[in-house]
Structures are given as C-alpha cells and as structure tokens.
C-alpha cells in the first residue's frame, strides 16, 4: 500500500503519520504542498496535524487551497482513500470533501491529553480494525476541534453511519459528540483525536493501531 | 480601489469566544450585554475595476467558509 502524507508549512504530525504507516506496513513519501501531483499509485492520502500556514484565516483554508489539495481532490473524487487527522481534518472539511466545520472549543482552551472514544461503526476500511462499540483510548491535541453540523446533516450522517467515532466525554462542544465522520463513499476519514500517537506502546498506547493494520489489510484484500 | 469584507459566523453557530468576550463584560460591571457575536474584518486593496461579483467569489472560496459564516461586502 503506497501512502503520501502531505506536508505543509506548520505540520508537525507529518512524521509520526508517516512513522505509523510504515509501522504497518505502508511504503510512503512524504509531499510538500507545493506539488501540483502526487507520487504515481498512491493509493492513501494523509493530512496531518499541526498549524499548516500558521491556522492563519481559519484552521486549514489556507492548506485547503494549496497546489497539493487540488491533486488530493481529484484523487477523493476518483474513490482514492483519504485520512485526515487534527488539522488534516480541518483541511478537509475546508476542501468540502468532509461536511461541517471546525470552531474553537466550546471552553475556550487548547486541550491536550487523552481521552476515550467509542468506535460507531466497523463498516469502513479504516474501522475495520476494531469492533463497533468498543471503547478506545486516543490522545486530542487541539483548540479548534469543536465540530459544526446543522441538525439535519447530523441526522444525515447518522442514518449513513458515516459517524466514525464519538467522545465518551465530550470535550470540545462538537455536536452530537462526534469525533471522527467518513464521506459519502467511506474512503476519506476525518478526525480530530490522534490515532498516530497511540500507535506504539513506547508512546503509551496501542489503541490507535488498529486503524493503521486495518486499513492496510483492507487495502490489500481490495 | 478598496473593499471591506465583513465575516461572521452565522446565527445559528453557537460563537464561544462572543459568549467568552460577554461574560468578560458583565464582569466588569456592564450589566445588560445580552448578547456578542466576534467576526472578522479583511480589507482588500484590489485593481480599478474589480466587480463585486469577483470579489464575492474571493469570499465563497476563501475568505469565508459559508459552511458557518456568512460575510458582507462593502465597497469603500
């Protein structure tokens, strides 16, 4: 499975990205956004976390418009796989290929520190690796992670199951306590919890793992 | 020539550093500030002759994201 992880000025998950997809078995490169292509057979664009263009205007809609973006629209419109994490999933609510937005915490504060999730739904390559229903523990690292839906694209989402994973304490105002929602066709997941960072038990977690052998299995069965 | 371009969350969208900016001012002793919303003002510098239509298009693409903002433009 070939993985591009995009990199723009102010990533700083671009790394620990990259090192949890070759931990399960992805071969990757790493593409600056100024790029206009991305590696031929890539099969899995990452967006990472971080503050790409310093969060200047809104949270990712400056990274949302660079030269890469364009190249990462085609290939979601193609049925390419995305996963996009902390910033990444700003990005790509701002690109349009996820619904909704991101806005500052309901409590005001940047919060970091690990928190538990329920996992929605195993329908998906990225969730294949675990069990609806079951709880997991992923480290959140944000300041505007408070995800904006109107009620009836929630309603939208739910009958889709395209929830992918919820807070079991809601700790950022998001509505409906969601955490992680797929698209339409289930191959681009945005989140805002850091399953790179709970994917080594030197890091002091595991339970991030799953999505990265999961969806590397799943790739490869397809 | 110069436009102003007024971005603020929409109605709906619950904005917590308004609420945040309120209950600062009720703190401070001005009672009946029942209610802030924050937005953001971007002046652009921009060619004689740009239309209003394009600069509503610079707002659609990136100056506002219309998922949860709304924005007005002024031509100064």
């Not at chain 1, 909704?100 to 690990?114: D, E, P, V």
């Not at chain 1, 538990?116 to 195993?122: F, G, K, N, R, Y």
């Not at chain 1, 919890?193 to 339970?207: I, K, Q, S, V, W």
């Not at chain 2, 652009?44 to 998922?67: P, Q, R, W, Y």
């Amino acid at each position: 499975m070939k993985a591009a992880v995009l990199v723009f000025p102010g990533s700083n998950c671009d790394r620990d990205l990259a090192v949890a997809l070759r931990a399960a078995g992805a071969s990757v490169s790493m593409v600056w956004h100024k790029e206009t292509a991305l590696p031929e057979g890539t099969d899995l664009v990452a967006v990472p976390g971080g503050f790409s263009f310093g969060d200047y205007l809104r949270c990712g809609a400056i990274a949302a418009n660079s030269p890469v973006c364009a190249a990462l629209k085609t290939h979601a419109e193609r049925g390419g796989f995305v996963l996009g994490v902390c910033n990444g999933f700003q990005v790509l609510t701002e690109t349009g290929l996820l619904p909704g937005a991101l806005i500052r915490n309901s409590g005001l504060r940047y919060i970091c520190r690990t928190v538990p999730l329920q996992v929605e739904t195993a329908a998906s390559a990225f969730t294949s690796g675990y069990d609806a229903g079951v709880r997991i523990d992923v480290p959140i690292a944000h300041h505007d992670g408070n995800y904006v839906l109107d009620a009836d694209g929630v309603a939208r989402l739910r009958d889709a199951d395209r929830v992918a994973f919820t807070y079991v304490d809601n700790p950022n105002g998001s509505v409906a306590d969601i955490a992680g929602v797929l698209s339409g066709n289930r191959r681009v997941l945005g989140m805002m919890p850091h399953p790179e960072r709970a994917a080594d038990p030197a890091l002091g977690g595991m339970d991030g793992a799953p999505l990265f052998t999961g969806l590397i299995d799943a790739l490869a069965d397809a | 020539m110069k436009a102003r371009v007024h971005v603020m969350l929409k109605d709906g969208v619950l904005d917590p550093q308004g609420e945040a900016v309120r209950h600062a001012l009720g703190a401070l002793g001005f009672s009946g500030v029942e209610g802030v919303r924050q937005g953001k003002v971007i002046e652009l510098d921009l060619a004689d002759g740009t239309s209003e239509a394009e600069i509503g298009e610079m707002c659609e693409k990136l100056l506002a994201n219309t998922v949860i903002e709304s924005y007005r433009i002024e031509l100064l």
